[in-house]
Structures are given as C-alpha cells and as structure tokens.
Nanobody, 127 residues
C-alpha cells in the first residue's frame, strides 16, 4: 500500500506562484511513475504532468507548458509541482498519483492508469 500526501496549495493572485509537494510512503518510491492531475468544480479530473521513475523525462498538458515544472527527489520520496504565472483557470483541486508500472505516451495521461492517489490540495487563483 502506498500513501500519498499533498501539501502546498492555497490562495494566490493571478501571476503568482505555488509549489505543491507530494510525500509518498514506502521504500520503492523510485519505481513509481508519478503524475499530477487536477479537478475543477463541475469538470472531470484532468492530466497536468507526469515524471518518469528517475526523473529524466516529463510531459505536460498543453495549457501548463512553460509555466509548471514537475520534479522529484527519490531520496525524500517526494514529487513536486512548481506552478508559475498562475491563472484563474488553474483553480482546482490538485492530486498526485502513483503508477507502479512504467508508462509511455497516452497511458500516462489517463487517471485510470494510476494505482494510488493522494487526498488532494486546493489551489485557488484570484483574478
């Protein structure tokens, strides 16, 4: 069983920045593909970013490219999402997720492909 705990959400003005963290339990964190997803009110959960097991590869949803950066520290069992130039449309609950298997391409973008989820952290961007 893997437990994921997100932190770092909050209220920020448009143009501001936040850094989300997701701490994972267990001793095999480096074997997990890690993803960030978000869900706005009335909308489906959507892919934001994913990072490979050792952090050498990452992929982003188009609307966050150039503004968000996903990273991980396997020694600390933690994955991060640095969010810059935030916009009101980024307002959502942000979730981190762990996938126990390797993934590539569209597989990484589908929430159903992930095995464990955190409880989410609210990000609110005011205009």
């Amino acid at each position: 069983q893997v437990q994921l705990v997100e932190s770092g959400g909050g209220l920020v003005q448009a143009g501001g920045s936040l850094r989300l963290s997701c701490a994972a339990s267990g001793h095999t964190f480096s074997t997990y593909t890690m993803g960030w997803f978000r869900q706005a009110p009335g909308k489906e959960r959507e892919f934001v970013a994913v990072i490979s097991r050792i952090g050498t590869m990452s992929t982003y949803e188009d609307s966050v490219k150039g503004r968000f950066t996903i990273s991980r520290d396997n020694a600390k069992n933690t994955v991060y999402l640095q969010m810059n130039d935030l916009k009101p449309e980024d307002t959502a609950v942000y979730y981190c997720a762990a996938r126990l298997k390797y993934c590539s391409g569209y597989v990484c973008y589908e929430s159903g492909r992930y095995d464990y989820w955190g409880q989410g952290t609210q990000v609110t961007v005011s205009s």
